[in-house]
């Protein structure tokens, strides 16, 4: 008992130290021990100093649980004070470095996010159908407004240009009941059956097996599905590749030249691409890279990537993405070139994806983890059982393994303790995921960018409460779950600099 004297002086100094270091980050939520609104030093002392005597009201249990195990210990006054010190971190040291292990065999920055990262809630002036857009309830353009959007801005402007735009959906982007706009290519032009319905769907029945949860899957021989790129990039990319989902049962396709024959046609012998696997599996993969020159192009002078099935009737072909390229990759990164790949996609939770695709996504010299709002806001049951740790443990054994730059964006900002109509179950499963969000870039070495505490209290209660507050309605979309495109901008910019890149005020 000689040493409380001790460690209560240790304590107080800490806290005056960092007093001036108030942490908004789980603000009136875990860890706010002295229930003030703040998470800071003062509640590291006070559980301190209540554990050591054994005293602990009701409400101080529920906030100090810090690790939420159900019980306060020393465990969650070193874990909340390492948050306190460490919570920001410093930048990556490097944000793409050449490695050995690369999966897709080039240097890459890879996204995995839901429909925040994906950029729902970043609408353009208008929606490519000519529609007037909103912002509450249009989706946005991925290329130019979205926080993913201004990372690749700040990757390709470090890199002096040198950046190729890597993964796509194959499924443009859309929202369910609005508007659809477009990402580097246009909505796809597809087939029709004999009864004149569509031969390629959207196929969003997934068992977490696809990168981005989605795909485009048709099971009619013959039937075509056509991409065309963008205006805009038309003379900045001169390769692509497609991505597509081995499966069990699978079919073959190539890629059509729009003239009978095929883009990677060696001798007139056409290239099939297999999409039946060997092992039973269902898993991602990616073709070679085609010249986008020798595809046909339509009146714009855009290539058409036309993908054929020519497999049996009845068996599927789904294609996932399409990469584009500015330049082939080249070992060791000898043309100096980074791809920026964006597995990102609405509603995807992180204990939905297999560890297969966990695997591919981390395969990359940065990975951004954009993941956690959907796993305890849908999820809450599975989380609190265990799961969102387990998958957290793959992350960082695959991060580990690979020497893959980890950063966090932790936008998990919903506090359900606010909310009267939120279960305790579900107030737990928060707590957890932010616990967890941040023991993975510990864990890692990496960077933790806690979005809540940037944006400030007050815009994080309106979101709380869903509801707009003065200047603070700016920031979200009219569900105050989705930035808009103001929201983004702060979004990105803490995660740019934590990359340890630039972030350019006038980016639009």
Not at 304 to 331: M, N, S
Not at 356 to 374: P, R
Request: net charge negative; glycine share 10%; proline share 3%.
């Amino acid at each position: 008992m000689k040493r409380i004297p001790a460690i209560l002086a240790v304590i107080s100094v800490v806290a005056m130290l960092f007093a001036a270091m108030p942490m908004t980050a789980l603000a009136a939520g875990k860890g706010d021990y002295n229930g003030d609104g703040k998470l800071n030093t003062l509640d590291v002392r006070d559980m301190l100093k209540n554990e050591l005597s054994g005293e602990h009201t009701q409400q101080q249990i529920f906030w100090g649980d810090y690790d939420v195990d159900n019980t306060i210990t020393t465990a969650d006054v070193r874990l909340m004070l390492t948050d306190l010190l460490d919570t920001v971190g410093t930048s990556a040291p490097d944000y793409a470095k050449p490695t050995d292990n690369d999966y897709w065999g080039e240097n890459a920055v890879n996204v995995l996010g839901d429909s925040i990262s994906f950029g729902v809630g970043t609408s353009n002036d208008k929606t490519t159908d000519g529609s007037s857009s909103s912002l509450y309830n249009t989706t946005g353009g991925i290329p130019e407004r979205s926080y993913v959007s201004y990372v690749k801005k700040a990757v390709q402007a470090a890199n002096g240009g040198k950046m190729n735009y890597g993964f796509t959906s194959a499924y443009t982007t859309a929202w369910p009941g609005v508007a659809r706009s477009e990402e580097i290519h246009y909505w796809p032009i597809r087939s029709e059956k004999s009864d004149g319905t569509t031969a390629w769907v959207c196929d969003n029945n997934d068992d977490g097996n696809r990168l981005t949860s989605i795909g485009m899957t048709s099971t009619t021989a013959w039937s075509t599905i056509s991409y065309r790129l963008r205006k805009a990039y038309v003379n900045e990319y001169k390769y692509f590749c497609v991505y597509y989902q081995c499966e069990p049962n699978g079919a073959y396709f190539c890629v059509a030249d729009g003239n009978g024959g095929e883009v990677a046609d060696i001798k007139g012998s056409k290239l099939y691409v297999a999409t039946a696997s060997k092992d039973g599996s269902s898993t991602t993969m990616r073709t070679e890279f085609y010249p986008l020159a020798g595809c046909k192009k339509d009146s714009n002078g855009s290539p058409e990537i036309t993908i054929c099935h020519d497999g049996r009737e009845g068996q599927p072909v789904t294609i996932t993405g399409i990469g584009y390229y500015k330049e082939l990759p080249k070992a060791n990164n000898a043309d100096g070139y980074v791809t920026f790949n964006s597995f990102t996609r609405g509603g995807i939770s992180l204990i939905n994806l297999s560890d297969d695709v966990l695997d591919k996504a981390t395969s990359a010299d940065t990975f951004i983890m954009g993941l956690g709002f959907n796993d305890f806001n849908f999820n809450h049951v599975r989380v609190n059982k265990g799961e969102f740790k387990a998958k957290i443990d793959t992350l960082i054994r695959l991060c580990n393994e690979k020497g893959t730059q980890v950063i966090v964006n932790d936008y998990v900002w919903n506090n359900p303790v606010l909310s009267a109509n939120w279960a305790n179950s579900q107030a737990s499963a928060h707590a957890i995921v932010k616990s967890e969000l941040k023991r993975f870039a510990r864990e890692t070495g990496g960077v933790y960018v806690d979005q809540q505490a940037i944006w400030g209290d007050a815009i994080i209660n309106a979101i709380n409460n869903r509801q707009e507050i003065g200047a603070n309605s700016s920031m979200t979309v009219g569900d105050n779950i989705h930035p808009n495109h103001a929201g983004h901008k702060m979004m990105a910019k803490a995660v740019v600099e934590a990359m340890g890149l630039t972030w350019t005020e006038d980016w639009t």
